[in-house]
């Protein structure tokens, strides 16, 4: 018995530790974003009923049964989460319930194009970054303009000068779902011309 009570605490820290998170904080609901809610803490009939997966409206609304639409756009999944569980408790649908809103991973990406070895889209996760998302696209070509990658975010163009990520990379910038990494050909030729 005293054998197996190190390997017990041994899983137990295990499975903490490699439990799936159900949504990243830097994981902001979109509209078109498809979440699946999944609903606990209620009567066992009653679950199927209100759990499943769903796509957020172009008003940023999900469709929660009993209680109607509720806006979940512009906030994490913790935040949606806490919305549907308290309109559910205050409007005495529910005593105790507990929400999980799941983003579906299929539905984020980050476009890479331009001069790297394998432009198109790479999944997006939490921590990633210009560079990570580069090196998701096989990394930079030869002819690349380093000094010159466009972000571009809800419309918005930012040039960046990635080398300074690689001699400091603190500075390297998050991306988030949704943006464009654009990534121009060198106006010079390839140092193995010079």
Known sequence: MKRLLPLLALVLLAMALFTPQTCHAQAVLRVGDTVEVRVGGVPTEEITA????QVIDDAGNLN??????IKVVGSDCAQA??????????????TNPTITVTVQAVTRFVNVSGEVKAPGRVQYTADMTVMSAIAA?????????????????????????TTKFTRDPAQDIKVLPGDQ?????????PSIFN
């Open 181 to 189: 990494l654009v990534v121009p050909q060198s106006s010079g030729f």
């Open 64 to 69: 929660i049964p009993y209680i109607g639409k």
């Open 81 to 94: 989460q806490q919305s549907i569980e308290s309109k559910l408790v205050s409007e005495k649908i529910y």
């Open 50 to 53: 209100c759990s499943g997966v």
């Open 137 to 161: 696209a096989s990394g930079f070509s030869d002819f690349a303009d380093q000094k010159h990658v466009k972000l571009v975010r809800a419309g918005k163009v930012q040039v960046l000068n």
